[in-house]
């Protein structure tokens, strides 16, 4: 069977069960996994669906969430240069927000500027910088989502509320020019609004998978975003569109 002929068959079974794992795949059309994984890249790439760890689910599926440890393996390669790009954005003495995430974890991890007060509601980003002496370290607090190893709800929005920061690092899982930057889950869309107002310039980072993807809650509109740190390919007339909207597309290589 042709790659084009599994691929659309793959197409019908998602349409019916809304999600697929590599491994019984692989054993229905009787190739490697492999084989399916170039398969469901390539699906992904034409926005055809929405890859997990193990396997994809429909594109339509707005609320679905990843959790952190799914997501942190993934794209390794292009949250790393994404993280070194938004890294070298970070000046001595800066204040910074850092949003909870795998990709933000990765700029925690290159921050090479001194005297930087860093604000997050991430416990591994807190951890991770917590030996670092060149900085300080404002850890929000609020209810911990098992899920993504975020901290948030109302002690955490209410902690973002007494600071003004230069810059904001957000993650995110859909970035479209006309639904704005969204996420699955309402609650933390409201934390990462609450960060978006402390913040003077807000800089979103994520691959380029999750361009023109829409998830079911709200962050803000587009407008609000200073720049966008992604990687990858987007198509030309995307990336147009984001910066006749006055937004700084960095592409990270």
Do not use: W
């Not at 930057?181 to 994520?206: D, G, L, R, S």
């Not at 992604?230 to 592409?251: A, L, W």
């Amino acid at each position: 069977m042709f790659a084009e002929e599994r691929q659309k068959n793959i197409s019908l079974i998602l349409n019916n069960n809304g999600s697929i794992k590599v491994n019984e795949l692989s054993e229905y059309f009787n190739v490697s996994e492999a084989t399916i994984r170039r398969d469901l890249q390539e699906m992904e790439e034409k926005k055809l669906l929405k890859r997990t760890h193990g396997g994809a689910v429909r594109v339509d599926i707005t609320n679905f969430e990843p959790s952190f440890l799914d997501k942190k393996d993934e794209r390794q390669d292009e949250k790393l240069a994404i993280a070194k790009a938004a890294a070298s954005m970070i000046k001595d003495g800066d204040t910074i927000i850092l949003d909870s995430g795998t990709t933000t974890l990765q700029i925690a991890k290159n921050i090479t500027a001194r005297n930087v007060t860093v604000i997050t509601n991430s416990i591994d980003i807190a951890e991770e910088l917590s030996n670092n002496k060149d900085l300080e370290i404002v850890v929000t607090g609020g209810t911990l989502r098992f899920k993504t190893r975020a901290m948030v709800g109302h002690i955490c929005e209410k902690t973002f509320s007494y600071f003004r920061v230069d810059k904001a690092f957000m993650g995110a899982n859909g970035i479209s020019s006309v639904e704005g930057i969204t996420t699955p889950n309402f609650t933390e869309a409201q934390t990462k609004k609450a960060m978006i107002n402390a913040a003077n310039k807000v800089i979103v980072v994520a691959d380029s998978s999750k361009i023109q993807n829409v998830c079911l809650s709200v962050i803000c509109p587009i407008s609000d975003v200073t720049s966008i740190i992604t990687s990858g390919s987007i198509p030309q007339e995307i990336e147009s569109e984001f910066r006749d909207k006055g937004i700084d597309v960095i592409i990270s290589k």
